[in-house]
């Protein structure tokens, strides 16, 4: 049985798959959970209201 990675999606817009997470360099770090961003416009909505993404 082949193992399944679980799919990242976009903290900000959630029907975006981020393909290669390790790769991904909007990522931020909030209540000790990474995060990750498809934008940078996206992260920095998110550090705005991040109650608003949650």
Known sequence: MA???SK???TVC???EIK???R???TLIF????H???T?????????????FL
Do not use: V
């Open 14 to 16: 959630p029907k975006w």
């Open 40 to 52: 940078k416009r996206c992260k920095e909505r998110f550090e705005k209201a991040p109650e608003n």
């Open 3 to 5: 193992d399944k990675k």
């Open 31 to 34: 209540k000790r959970k990474k």
């Open 20 to 22: 290669i997470p390790e």
């Open 8 to 10: 990242i999606f976009c």
């Open 36 to 38: 990750f961003f498809c």
């Open 24 to 26: 991904c360099s909007n």
